[in-house]
């Protein structure tokens, strides 16, 4: 199949299933799975291809055909970093795509860690909040597995951002930073609970135990 008419069945399928839920995407993504090319490089100029149309249900099978071929080869940071910058647009395409496609390859690349602090003087909101959540596993548990002076640094740059999607960033890595850190995310709120909006103050407090969020609002 040529590029339009996979996506010819990618809208018959959705049409089909009804509601574009998480769970009827997911029956789409598998069915047109085996149409695809089994050639990574031909897949990913299909993917720039279907990107480009900026349709959010075929963006998120895009980002789970991804996960699924395990498409995390530092050749096509070029393609994620191009969509970064002119298709992540809002808050759920930017989580979702950070989630299956950036935080793999932030955690595979060290030095991919320059890119992400590049992101964090970005003029798009979504580009900045790309940054504090491509650290965040990409698993259920969110776990963080860089360094907390890495976290450190983006949280740093991007404390005084005014956007309230970054803000809300920024305190949810702080969160789920403390469960790898706890000591250190600590120490941080307490010497910075002057410096710090409330949204990143309060999200950053939510896996803390209570005696510790109790201690902390009250300062």
Not at 3 to 27: F, P, V
Not at 39 to 44: G, K, R, T, V
């Amino acid at each position: 199949m040529d590029k339009n008419q996979l996506l010819k069945l990618i809208k018959e399928e959705y049409k089909n299933i009804g509601a574009a839920d998480s769970a009827a995407r997911i029956k789409v993504a598998r069915r047109v799975y085996p149409f695809l090319s089994a050639n990574n490089e031909d897949l990913m100029e299909l993917f720039d291809y279907f990107v480009s149309t900026d349709k959010g249900e075929i963006f998120w099978l895009v980002t789970e055909w991804i996960k699924r071929k395990k498409l995390y080869q530092l050749e096509f940071m070029p393609y994620y970093q191009k969509w970064l910058y002119n298709y992540i647009n809002r808050w759920g395409r930017c989580d979702i795509f950070c989630y299956r496609v950036l935080n793999p390859m932030v955690e595979k690349y060290p030095r991919l860690f320059a890119e992400v602090m590049k992101w964090t003087d970005s003029e798009k909101t979504y580009v900045r909040r790309a940054a504090p959540v491509s650290l965040l596993e990409s698993t259920r548990s969110f776990k963080v597995n860089i360094s907390f002076d890495k976290v450190l640094k983006v949280v740093e740059k991007l404390k005084d951002d005014e956007e309230i999607h970054v803000q809300k960033g920024v305190g949810w890595l702080l969160k789920y930073t403390y469960l790898s850190y706890p000591k250190e995310v600590y120490n941080y709120l307490k010497n910075n609970v002057d410096n710090l909006s409330r949204v990143i103050f309060r999200y950053a407090l939510e896996k803390t135990p209570d005696h510790i969020k109790s201690e902390l609002m009250n300062l």
